[in-house]
């Protein structure tokens, strides 16, 4: 979560964010349970694997994009928001006037373009995390998806997996869409990871 600016009028409402946030709040608590205990994923598919590449390379060419909360889909960067907390930096709200990703709607991008359209997850961590299949972490391979949480706030993170340790995300406001080398021995990542998840298009 980012810090609300000072003066900011609560009664302005929820947010959309917050509204969908609501909507899927009851599957926040079995999300993490599955998150501590994560099933073994099998190596992937020949396929699978070059689909995941393809999600990493898509997620490497958006380094030094914008992050915008709220912003992108699956067609690309898009217009952010600002709701109650989010989308503001030193008390100024920078997400109704960037173009970019947030966290979320970057792995929704990554995924939708490298599967041409048959990957397509929400755009809300916790909708992502549902929607994909238990990693371990000494299975990960690129494409995958690392989710992060905190007590104040659960799965409020999500990266793609590039390979090699290294996670390409969208952090927070007035940042831009980077690259961070061995992510899980990084003491703030690594006391924050809750586990990894690999999504994959529909059998039928």
């Known amino acids: 979560m ?3 600016p000072p003066g900011h009028d609560q009664a302005s409402g929820v947010g959309r964010r917050r509204v969908l946030g609501l909507a899927l709040g009851a599957s926040i608590v079995p999300a993490l349970g ?5 099933a073994h994923a099998a190596g992937p598919s020949e396929p699978a694997a070059a689909l995941g590449q393809r999600v990493a390379a898509v997620a490497a060419a958006q380094i ?13 960067p898009g217009l952010g928001f600002c709701d109650q ?3 503001y930096l030193n008390g100024v709200c920078l997400g109704e006037s960037t173009v970019g990703f947030d966290c979320s709607g970057l792995s929704l991008y990554c995924w939708y373009r490298a599967s041409h359209g ?5 755009h809300y961590t916790v909708a992502q995390f549902n929607r994909s299949a238990p990693v371990e972490r000494d299975a990960l ?4 998806l690392l989710f992060f949480s905190r007590p ?3 799965l409020h993170h999500v990266g793609v997996y590039a390979g090699d340790g290294a996670m390409i995300h969208a952090e927070r406001t007035g940042t831009l869409v980077a690259r961070v080398e061995k992510v899980l021995d990084l003491p703030r990542w690594a006391g924050e990871f809750a586990g990894a998840r690999r999504p994959a298009p529909p059998t039928t």
């Open 2 to 4: 980012e810090p609300q």
């Open 34 to 38: 599955r998150a501590a205990q994560p």
């Open 64 to 76: 030094g994009v914008p992050y915008a909360w709220g912003g992108g889909d699956r067609l690309g």
């Open 85 to 87: 907390d989010n989308g």
């Open 118 to 122: 048959t990957v397509e997850l929400g």
């Open 141 to 144: 391979v690129p494409g995958d």
């Open 152 to 154: 104040d706030a659960p």
